[in-house]
């Protein structure tokens, strides 16, 4: 999993503020995946998507959360007005396409 | 829709002697299973995996159970080490064409030395 890089690593934010969240897949891997993950609990799906395409985001809160992956450069997560219910672990997965996932460290987002 | 649990939120082994951690899923249709272990403050590692069509899949001192008849799945880790400390979560997936991992909430090993 050392090859999915997401960053930034802490990210600190007031209410109200928006938080964006990077992640670049492992090199060669078409797919990624967002999954937040909440104190003592396991990872909940937010999102699929391959370049350009939004293939799944029935995971995804309805307002202030939106995820992209260009055609260039990293997958960004977007949390637009932060509350205190966003702060959690936000990690990042990438798949050639077997269904075998590796993730990245992880972004741990605080909204003070 | 799939949900999956895990028997014990915690498990405690002493240096030495072997785990077996627990997981149940809900859904039949669900075809491939993923064993992680998350050491605090990082992401997920995969361990190891089992497509449904098997009921048995080792590695290096961790082998995976399936038992598709209860819809259960165990991991075994032979000859604990203090380094197998972390949280393991299965993740499942729930059918042909089915990209949602679903996670269960994770065991708490722990090891003593």
């Known amino acids: 999993n050392a090859g999915v890089m997401q960053n930034p690593r802490h990210l600190v934010r007031r209410r109200g503020q928006e938080a964006r969240l990077r992640c670049s897949p492992m090199?060669?891997?078409?797919?990624v995946y967002w999954y937040r993950q909440l104190p003592e609990e396991g990872l909940k799906f937010m999102v699929y998507?391959?370049?350009?395409?939004?293939?799944?985001e029935s995971g995804m809160p309805k307002e202030r959360f939106s995820a992209e992956f260009p055609k260039e450069g990293p997958s960004i997560l977007r949390i637009q007005q932060v509350v205190r219910g966003d702060s959690a672990a936000y990690f990042c997965?990438?798949?050639?396409?077997?269904?075998?996932?590796?993730f990245g460290e992880g972004s741990r987002l605080t909204v003070l | 829709g799939e949900s999956v649990g895990l028997h014990l939120p915690t498990l405690s082994v002493q240096e030495g002697d072997n785990s077996i951690i627990n997981c149940a899923y809900s859904n039949s249709a669900s075809d491939y299973f993923i064993w992680y272990k998350q050491e605090s403050g990082k992401g997920p590692q995969f361990i190891i995996d089992i497509r449904s069509n098997m009921d048995k899949r080792q590695g290096q001192r961790v082998t995976v159970l399936l038992n598709k008849t209860v819809k259960h799945l165990s991991l075994q880790i032979a000859a604990t080490q203090p380094g197998d400390s972390a949280v393991y979560f299965c993740a499942v997936y729930s059918g042909a064409g089915s990209y949602q991992l679903t996670f269960g909430k994770g065991t708490k090993l722990s090891v003593i030395p």
């Open positions: 090199k060669g891997h078409s797919h």
């Open positions: 998507l391959q370049k350009e395409n939004i293939i799944d």
């Open positions: 997965a990438s798949g050639g396409g077997t269904g075998e996932l590796f």
